[in-house]
């Protein structure tokens, strides 16, 4: 789909969303980002880190998302977004699951 190449270790996720459009979470052991692959986005790979990842309201539950964007942005921004990329809620907290999933992978802890 996206003409990339996933490695026996890798860590892909994979998900429909309501409109049937498929999103794939691509993690690769040790890596600091990990990659999206958004079916509605003609497969382009988008690296994204939780960092870029802004969920609304998370500033108030001290989540670690959404940490690189201001405080000010983070407190009245009704829309979640990463890396550039407008998202709806449930793409949103799917990709905040698939980050807590893979973070020690992400540290390279428990690779092989």
Do not use: K
């Not at 490695?7 to 892909?12: F, G, I, K, L």
């Not at 940490?67 to 990709?95: K, Q």
Request: charged share 20%.
């Amino acid at each position: 789909m996206a003409g990339v190449v996933f490695d026996r270790s890798d860590h892909v996720l994979h998900w429909v969303n309501e409109f049937d459009e498929q999103l794939i979470f691509w993690q690769r052991p040790g890596e600091s980002h990990a990659t999206l692959l958004h079916s509605d986005l003609d497969w382009d790979p988008i690296p994204i880190t939780t960092s870029g990842l802004l969920l609304p309201g998370a500033w108030a539950q001290r989540l670690d998302f959404g940490e690189g964007f201001p405080e000010e942005l983070r407190r009245n921004s009704p829309i979640p977004v990463i890396s550039g990329v407008t998202l709806n809620m449930p793409e949103a907290l799917w990709l905040a699951s698939c980050f807590s999933t893979t973070e020690r992978i992400r540290r390279g802890v428990g690779v092989r």
